[in-house]
């Protein structure tokens, strides 16, 4: 097997003082596995969670960082019919994506994301309100594109600088509403957009600081999707009252620990949807 250069962590864990560049074995597609030469690759939150120690690596995932990458497709494992060498592509990994190249399951990739939360558990649908936070990050911004061309009436968008929600404004199918979450009341402004009905949907990656208000800025029927919990997973005192008489659905996410049967399915899904087929900018 040769070498391949890799980002890898001093010690194994530890501040991102320990990150370098080093060499790794590279990988041999194996049986329905695709070979990918890295083009780019995604900061995700779960990798600095794993850099510092404190995410699992699910069983047989590489240790090397990295779940979301693109590429070219370099070479193919046996039994492989989905894919050609040369295809470009992006796609998911159990980790290995900071790296020259990468092995994933040929059902992982998809030609030239957020997907799940909005359309699978979110159940989004035309003329649906939708509230997007961490509207500047790489899910949120494709959450946003993808609530627009799924034919959102409104989608509003969260960050905290003027020039990001600016910018969230100005993109192709970007957000149609922003609220810095700093200085604003976002409930209190979705509920203005959406004529005091509430959205119908709220993808949230921030936990206990915006539980409350998630809550009151759902409508009737409303779903929430929770990706992450950056500012904390405990939220005392909770009144459960609203979610019982709103009849809301809240749904937690997670995508790495997934089979890969699951995460095939979810992205036969997405590419399948007629919704999406025209390409997110």
């Known amino acids: ?36 030469k890295i083009v780019a690759f995604g900061l995700n939150r779960m990798d600095i969670l794993q850099r510092q120690g404190g995410y699992p690596i699910p069983p047989g995932a590489s240790s090397i960082l990295g779940v979301e990458f693109s590429g070219c497709v370099t070479e193919l494992g046996e039994g492989v019919t989905r894919w050609a060498v040369g295809d470009e592509v992006f796609g998911l ?31 989004v649908k035309k003329g649906d309100h939708v509230l997007v936070h961490a509207g500047a990050s790489g899910v949120g911004i494709a959450t946003i594109q993808i609530a627009r061309l799924s034919g959102a009436a409104t989608v509003t968008a969260t960050a905290s600088t003027k020039e990001k929600l600016d910018w969230l404004l100005s993109i192709p199918n970007g957000a149609t509403h922003t609220v810095n979450y700093r200085t604003e009341d976002f409930a209190a402004e979705v509920k203005k957009t959406t004529n005091g009905k509430g959205v119908d949907i709220v993808i949230d990656f921030v936990g206990q600081s915006h539980w409350s208000r998630n809550i009151e800025s759902l409508a009737i029927d409303g779903r929430m999707t929770i990706l992450a919990t950056v500012s904390g997973s405990e939220v005392p005192s909770v009144n459960l009252g609203p979610i019982l008489y709103k009849r809301l659905r809240i749904q937690g996410s997670t995508l790495r620990s997934r089979s890969v049967e699951y995460q095939t399915e979810l992205i036969a899904r997405h590419c399948l949807s007629p919704m999406l087929s025209s390409e997110v900018h």
């Open 93 to 123: 990994a159990g980790g290995g994506a900071y790296a020259e190249f990468i092995n994933c399951e040929e059902g992982l990739l998809m030609k030239k994301p957020a997907y799940q939360a909005l359309v699978k558990y979110g159940e």
């Open 1 to 36: 097997m040769t070498k391949m250069r890799a980002v890898l962590i001093k010690g194994g864990h530890g501040p991102i003082e320990n990150l370098y560049i080093g060499e790794a074995d590279k990988p041999v597609p194996e049986k329905g596995q695709v070979l990918v």
